[in-house]
Every structure is written in structure tokens, then in C-alpha cells.
């Protein structure tokens, strides 16, 4: 079925790069006669799931929605997918990103932008937006995202998703295909929290093969979120941070991104949870800080495109020199806004200006997790609108990359404090969804999954 509806909406949609229907067909047939053999099977046998782009899969084309990857087939799976496949899930296909993630609206992808089906002249956030219109458009029933910065929660909350970035270093980064190291960490975006809880504990838990990864077992995902859809918040102390939108931190939100959000906060309420507002005055450096650190990381990490190892080569015709074909192809292999990444991470780390740059936001980061350390001292979870707008219409931003990072101003926080955080859908704006935003504290991603599922 999901097969059918890609075939007939996705070239409006845009949604996948790659799919390959016999391979899906031929995988549910052997979950079909495994189970008619008697073998026993997990719960999520059988279950079709989209996968970004970014996650390296074993013989099937794999591009980070870059050009320098174009043709390259990976020779191994990453964690995330060899965890999907062990759990007998169906890989319907890999979706469109913005080019090596770096965006907030997929239009950066190398291989044309994805529409929101909730509107097809609006983007579907960024830049997990191949996963996040798959799902919203019915043609996947859930799919894998990755968060740098609010990959996966962004554009869930402008496709009217639940969307969970978990806590770093408690989902395998092995075979995702790196952006900002410190940083990326790959989710699950569905349409209920449930589905979201499900999907994560299919992928989390520890993995020799990331050394970030965390020795720890996952909390009860699941079970707390089908205990906080039973909706008793009765003593959760919620923390409304200022920063995100409160008095005096109001520029760039959309007022009817703010009504939702108080609706939401209002709703805790009733359910029994303690407001109070918190104020993290390091977050309003976040949007500053994470302008740094990743392109800095991502300069460093994009350096193996060389046209030696993977993918695209060019003019490689017997008369160059190595130097020259790897220039020519990493100037025709990436786009601008890689460019423009690689370009600020480099002078961020060059000698003489580390300690000005690199440096000076790496005190902020460290100033933003004792933000949340204070705040967490007399809060359970904290909460936030998810992006300061809703959906807005293709093309506005491209020329205005200081516009486009905007969106991640919520998000960041989470990011450089490595905790976790979900979006949940939250109402409407004009007929757009908004998302609500619980960041918790680390490994405690089952308060994340309780109190979107009360809200939902
Ligand atoms: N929009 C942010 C960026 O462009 C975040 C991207 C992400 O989380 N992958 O870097």
C-alpha cells in the first residue's frame, strides 16, 4: 500500500531519492514466510520505514542529498539500519535532505527540494524534510531522521510530527554519515508518540562501534509514553524558559506560534504539572555558538570527500595532478551552502583565530549546559515552542542563509548540551501545525516521550 502511494504522490511530493519497490516487496515476503514458518518474529516485523539519506545502507545508494556521493554503495549497514533490519522493519527507502544536513528546509538537497504536503508551495523544515513530508504525506507509517542542530524535530514540528532527538550518544552514530561529530544524533519522527517511543527503542542502546556511545540501557520508552497518555502530570515541575520566546525574547517568533505554545503550557496545567519560568541567559548565544562549532567540525569531517575514496571524481583524465582533482571535484561535488560551511569552519580553526572563535564558543556551550544544570535543579523537564514559525513558502529563505538558521533558535540548546528533546504537535496556525518542545535532562528521554504523550 505504502508502495502504491509513493508511486502515485511522490513526484509532487518529492519525498524519497531512492526506492526500490522489488527489494521492499521481497523483504516483506520473507517476513511473511518466516512467520508462516512458525519463527518466531519481533513486534515491528513486517513494518515498512523510510530511512534519510544520511544513513549508510549496504549496497543501496546512500548520498547525504550531496552530488559528491552520487552512485556510491556502501559496503556495510549502519547501527541504525542493521538494528531496523535485525527487527524484520522493511526498508521502503531513503529520503531527501538538505546537502550533508545542513539546512533547515531541504532545499539545500543537490537533488531538488521536497514540498510539506500540508501545503506543496511551503518546505517541510529541514533538514530531515524527506522523512518528515514522507510521513506527514502517508507514504511512509514512520521514518528515521538525524539532529545536528533540530533536524529531526524542526521539521517535525512543521509537518505536524512527533519528532525525538535523543540524548547523545544513546543512538549508534556508526555509519551515519558525520556532519558536526559532537553533535549529530539520529531519532525517530512519527505520527504518534507512541509510534516515536516504539521506533527509538528499535535503534537505541549501546554500540561498541561509536566510541560516544553510552554504556547505559534505554529507560522504558514505550511504557512511559503509554503512562503519560493517560494524561496525570500530578507534581511535574515544568519549566517555561524565558529565552525561547518569553517577555523580551519575542523577535522572529510568529504570534500564533506563541498562542500555541501557551495553550500547550496550559494544558500541562490542568493536568496537574507546576509551572514556573526559568530563565537560561546563555541560550540567547546558542544560534552563535552552534554557527561555529558545527561548520568547524563539518570542515574537518567533509575533508574525506576527495574523489579518491568515494563517489565523484572529476577530471581525472591522465594530465592532472592529485591537488587539482580533488579541487575540481570538491568544487563541483558540494553546493554553496557546504561551501559556505567549509569556508567559516576553516578560519574558525585556523591558527590565530581558534582562540577567538572555535574556542570562545566552546565556553558557551559549557555556559549553556550549566544554564540547564541550574534550570534542571527545580524543573523536571523544561519546554519551549519548537521553531519560532510555521512552514514558510519555498524559496523564501534561500538567499538569506542568516534567515534560514533562525529556525534552529529553540533547538540548539538541546543540541550543544547533548540532551534529549521531542517535538509534538501542538495546534494549528492559518491551518499550519506548530510543535511543542520537552527537553529533559540526559538519559532521562522516557520524561520527554511521558509528557508529549499527556499532550498529544
Ligand atoms: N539547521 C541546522 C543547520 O543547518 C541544523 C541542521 C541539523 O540538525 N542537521 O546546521
Known amino acids: 500500500a505504502y508502495l ?33 514458518a512458525g519463527t518466531e518474529l519481533g513486534p515491528l516485523a513486517g513494518v515498512p520505514v523510510a530511512l534519510k539519506d544520511v544513513v549508510v545502507t549496504e549496497g543501496v545508494p546512500t548520498t547525504s542529498g550531496s552530488k559528491i556521493l552520487e552512485g556510491w554503495l556502501p559496503p556495510y549497514d549502519a547501527t541504525v539500519a542493521a538494528r531496523l533490519k535485525a527487527a524484520g522493519t522493511v526498508l521502503l527507502g531513503k529520503t531527501n535532505m538538505d ?16 514540498k510539506n504536503p500540508w501545503d506543496a508551495e511551503r518546505v517541510p523544515g529541514g533538514s530531515s524534510g524527506g522523512s518528515s513530508a514522507a510521513v506527514a504525506g502517508f507514504l511512509a507509517p514512520w521514518a528515521i531522521g538525524t539532529d545536528t542542530g533540530g533536524s529531526i524535530r524542526q521539521p517535525a514540528a512543521v509537518t505536524g510530527l512527533v ?13 551515519l554519515i558525520a556532519f558536526s561529530s559532537s553533535l549529530d544524533q539520529a531519532g525517530p519522527m512519527a505520527r504518534t508518540v507512541l509510534d516515536a517511543a516504539l521506533l527509538h527503542e528499535a535503534i537505541g542502546g549501546h554500540d561498541p562501534r561509536d566510541s560516544t556511545s553510552i554504556d547505559a540501557p534505554l529507560p522504558p520508552l514505550a511504557e512511559c509514553a503509554r503512562r503519560g497518555a493517560e494524561g496525570d502530570l500530578a507534581g511535574l515541575r515544568v519549566g517555561v524558559v ?13 504570534p500564533g506560534v506563541l498562542a500555541r505554545f501557551a495553550e500547550g503550557v496550559e494544558q500541562l496545567r490542568a493536568l496537574g504539572a507546576e509551572i ?4 537560561c541567559p546563555a541560550f540567547d548565544l546558542g544560534l552563535a555558538a552552534y554557527y561555529l562549532i558545527a561548520p568547524s567540525e563539518a570542515s574537518s569531517n567533509l575533508a574525506r570527500f576527495d574523489g579518491v575514496r568515494y563517489g565523484l ?5 591522465g594530465t592532472r595532478d592529485l591537488d587539482t582533482v580533488m579541487a575540481l571535484t570538491r568544487e563541483a561535488g558540494f553546493g554553496a551552502e557546504v561551501k559556505r560551511r567549509i569556508i567559516l569552519g576553516t578560519y574558525a580553526l585556523s591558527s590565530g583565530y581558534y582562540e577567538a572563535y572555535y574556542g570562545q564558543a566552546q565556553k558557551v556551550r559549557t555556559l549553556i549546559g ?36 533562525a529556525a534552529d533558535l529553540c533547538t540548539l540548546p538541546a ?12 495546534g494549528l496556525v492559518d491551518g499550519l501545525p506548530v510543535g511543542f518542545q520537552v527537553m529533559a535532562p540526559a538519559l532521562a528521554d522516557d520524561r520527554c516521550y511521558r509528557v508529549a504523550a499527556a499532550l498529544e
Not at 276 to 279: A, G, L, P
Request: with cysteine.
Open 4 to 36: 502504491d502511494r509513493i508511486a502515485a504522490e511522490d513526484l509532487e511530493v518529492a519525498a524519497y531519492l531512492h526506492v526500490d519497490a522489488e527489494a521492499a516487496l521481497k523483504q516483506a515476503a520473507e517476513v511473511d514466510a518466516a512467520r508462516a
Open 99 to 114: 546537502e550533508f544536513a545542513m539546512g533547515s528546509s531541504t532545499e539545500n538537497s543537490a537533488y531538488g527540494a521536497t
Open 163 to 175: 519528532g525525538h532527538k535523543p540524548t547523545y550518544g544513546s543512538v549508534s552514530r556508526y555509519g
Open 242 to 254: 524565558r529565552e525561547l520566546g518569553g517577555e523580551g525574547h519575542r523577535d522572529g517568533y510568529e
Open 276 to 279: 514556573r519560568e526559568v530563565s
Open 313 to 317: 571524481r572529476v577530471g581525472d583524465d
Open 370 to 405: 550549566r544554564d540547564f544544570s541550574n534550570a534542571f535543579e527545580g524543573c523536571d523537564v523544561l519546554v519551549s515552542p519548537t521553531s519560532p514559525t510555521v512552514a514558510w513558502p519555498l524559496g523564501a529563505r534561500v538567499d538569506d542563509p542568516l534567515a534560514m538558521y
Open 415 to 426: 543540541s550543544l548540551a547533548g540532551l534529549p528533546a521531542i517535538s509534538v504537535p501542538c
